[in-house]
Nanobody, 124 residues
């Protein structure tokens, strides 16, 4: 199991930017995929972005493509989500996730480990 801790959330005006970080600890010596999901009040958790161990495979949800960038630094066991051009629809709790078999998936139930979440609020 990998333990995950997110940081970097907060309140930002529409059009602004935030960068989320997720630090992993525990069994970090295995090759694992990392992803970001989000959940708005009253809605199901939805896929945002995912990156493979090597960084060679990256997927984004259509709703964030061109605005968000996922990256990782394996030396620091950290994954990042750079979020630009934020709008009110991006308001949600953002969760970091890890997947042990390095296979990317938009389905939350297929990910093995989750962080506690960090709130992102975009004011219009």
């Amino acid at each position: 199991q990998v333990q995950l801790v997110e940081s970097g959330g907060g309140l930002v005006q529409a059009g602004g930017s935030l960068r989320l970080s997720c630090a992993a600890s525990g069994r970090t010596n295995s090759r694992y995929a990392m992803g970001w999901f989000r959940q708005a009040p009253g809605k199901e958790r939805e896929f945002v972005a995912a990156i493979s161990w090597s960084g060679g495979r990256i997927y984004y949800a259509d709703s964030v493509k061109g605005r968000f960038t996922i990256s990782r630094d394996n030396a620091k066991n950290t994954v990042y989500l750079q979020m630009n051009s934020l709008n009110s629809e991006d308001t949600a709790v953002y969760y970091c996730a890890a997947k042990s078999n390095d296979a990317l998936s938009p389905i939350p139930g297929l990910w093995d480990s989750w962080g506690q979440g960090t709130q992102v609020t975009v004011s219009s």
